[in-house]
């Protein structure tokens, strides 16, 4: 094993930082173009009151789809994402930045050795929620099976007594890059969805059976919003790894 592989990953490079900064401020227009060239449509239709009405909150999504929900920051309260430490994610944080949100950067082991970062992304997650920040993060684990919940964000609920809110979004106009997740980039000029589920509460008090119980709640709600976003966009046909709700999620890593 080298020495840099023993000290882990090592700090991006100047020129790397410029070129993440130069994507991100790409990606974050064409965020923008999106939404200003679209057609919105939102479910429920009160989206942001209802989205008001449980802050601070866990809002939850599914990797691969989330590239529309960071401009639904309205700025009215403090929003922290949960963004992995790997350098890929790095891109991630520096879009989420370019929208007024700040990144919590760890992840869960997900079978692996090397520590992520989890343990710490999970305190400062509860702590985020205590000060009255929403806290986005996706529900699935890389490198699994997408659209599988993991017990992360179950875990965070229990310990936080904050409740979960699935959100979805998508559009008419879209591409599907060959991804573990099927990273979806939604292009201008389209319908844009937006959909928002009923609040789970996950008990302070939850054993091992529930947690399971709420894990399979929050998998099959983001599930079934997924699947109504792109039905309401008009792209059900062509909507990345569909899963019915109360099936087991069947995607395979890439």
Known sequence: MSKASKRGPQPP???NRILTGIAAGGVAGLIRAVRSTSSP??????FLDHLRAQVPFIMAM???QFMMLADINTRE???EAMVARHGDAELVARVLAHFGITSIRGAGAAG???DRGGAYALRAAVKA???GSIVAM???VPPRNPRKAGDGIVTLARMS???IIPVAAATSRFVVLNTWSKMTINLPFSKLVWVAADPIFVPADADETKMEEMRIKVQDSLNAITARAYDLAQASDRQPLRIVPGEPSTGQSS
């Open 62 to 64: 599914w990797h691969g």
């Open 112 to 114: 692996r050795r090397r």
């Open 138 to 140: 996706t529900a699935d």
């Open 77 to 79: 309260y403090p929003v």
């Open 13 to 15: 490079s100047k020129t």
């Open 161 to 163: 007594g904050r409740p």
């Open 129 to 131: 929620l205590e000060s």
């Open 41 to 46: 449509i939102h479910e429920p239709a009160h």
